[in-house]
């Protein structure tokens, strides 16, 4: 639907000023703000009501933005604004301590997020289930014990600490090295399963005693590659706003402890910024909220997501714009960790 300009205005002020008082907006503020009469404000204003991009709390309250506003605001008016140099020194000191680290620097930047926004920030650590293997080592740290790595073209390393019933030595450990390597290297990170370390132990012939434990080890590390965690900061962020009564803030908390669904607010497909308004999340919990979301990369795969629950009201500009270079700044920092595995 089509808005005169001047009701594009309107639009757009009381949309900024709500965000930033929490107040409904009264025709004076808009018409100061405009350089136009209070009553050809309020005659737009009902006019956007009745289109449905304004609602009236009370008879005798001023206007505050719909859902259906806000999503007019979000697609057509809003601008987004640069983070400041502050703002982005502030990203870069959470975050480049934990570059070597995936699951570290998803919840510095969990934290990140939380914190410039106001808002209760939700990340998925990268996922290995779609990844390969890049490659397998194994470190000696004791006579009879070892640790084993497995880095995933997703960025993440895991690892495990195993036991043997004889000792170790560094050709045992290299023959181990080259037997994995040469099986495992470049396969798929979900074909490692039971029935296939079944078979590594029965092509390994006689070796296959002495790597049974490295190869249970193995199993473990796979697991961990694949699962996914999610990462969460300033759920308490949310009972500052007075959107938020006791019963909404409890059941938006009580969506944020299902990691499942969690997991499946940020599953979107990689790409912008999403902004999701209400009822456009599917979510009964978030129908009075706003979720803004993104995917973040590992060199070209589509790793994990990011994003920010709050409340209708919130700034989507700087929601976004924090967003955009957060999740930007990751997708550097485990490509680069990839590429130097």
């Not at 304004?54 to 604004?81: E, K, N, W």
């Not at 084993?148 to 170790?168: N, Y």
């Not at 495992?184 to 002495?210: C, D, K, N, R, Y």
Request: with cysteine; hydrophobic share 45%.
């Amino acid at each position: 639907m089509e808005l005169s300009a001047r009701k594009e205005k309107i639009l757009a002020a009381v949309c900024g000023a709500y965000v930033l008082t929490g107040d409904p907006v009264g025709s004076k503020l808009i018409a100061a703000e405009l350089g136009v009469s209070s009553a050809t404000v309020r005659n737009d204003m009902a006019e956007l009501s009745d289109m449905g991009f304004l609602a009236q709390p009370h008879t005798s309250a001023g206007r505050v933005p719909s859902a259906r506003g806000y999503r007019f605001y979000i697609d057509r008016l809003m601008r987004v604004p640069s983070l400041t140099g502050q703002e982005k020194s502030y990203v870069d000191s959470m975050l480049q301590p934990h570059a070597f680290d995936p699951e570290k620097l998803m919840t510095a930047a969990t934290d990140a997020v939380a914190s410039l926004t106001r808002m209760a920030a939700l990340t998925t650590t990268p996922s290995g289930g779609g990844a390969v293997i890049r490659g397998v080592q194994l470190v000696q740290v004791g006579r009879r014990t070892a640790i084993i790595l497995l880095m995933s073209s997703a960025g993440t390393i895991k690892s495990r600490v195993f036991h043997c019933d004889f000792d170790l030595s560094q050709e045992i450990l290299r023959v181990f090295f080259r037997l994995l390597n040469s099986k495992l290297a470049g396969q798929p990170v979900s074909s490692v399963t039971p029935a296939l370390i079944q078979s590594l132990m029965a092509s390994f012939g006689e070796m296959s005693v002495l790597m049974s434990s490295a190869l249970v080890a193995l199993l473990d590390v796979v697991n961990d590659t694949i699962w996914t965690r999610v990462c969460l900061s300033g759920q308490m962020n949310l009972l500052y706003y007075p959107e938020y009564d006791r019963e909404s803030a409890r059941r938006v908390m009580d969506l944020l402890e299902r990691p499942r669904d969690v997991m499946r607010l940020l599953s979107g497909e990689p790409g912008a910024v999403t902004v999701q308004v209400g009822a456009e999340t599917r979510c009964p919990e978030l129908v009075d909220s706003s979720l803004v979301s993104v995917r973040y990369r590992v060199g070209q795969e589509n790793a994990g997501g990011m994003g920010v629950i709050g409340p209708m009201r919130m700034d989507y500009g700087k929601t976004i714009a924090v967003l955009s270079y957060v999740s930007d700044s990751v997708t550097r920092m485990l490509t680069s960790l990839l590429r130097e595995q």
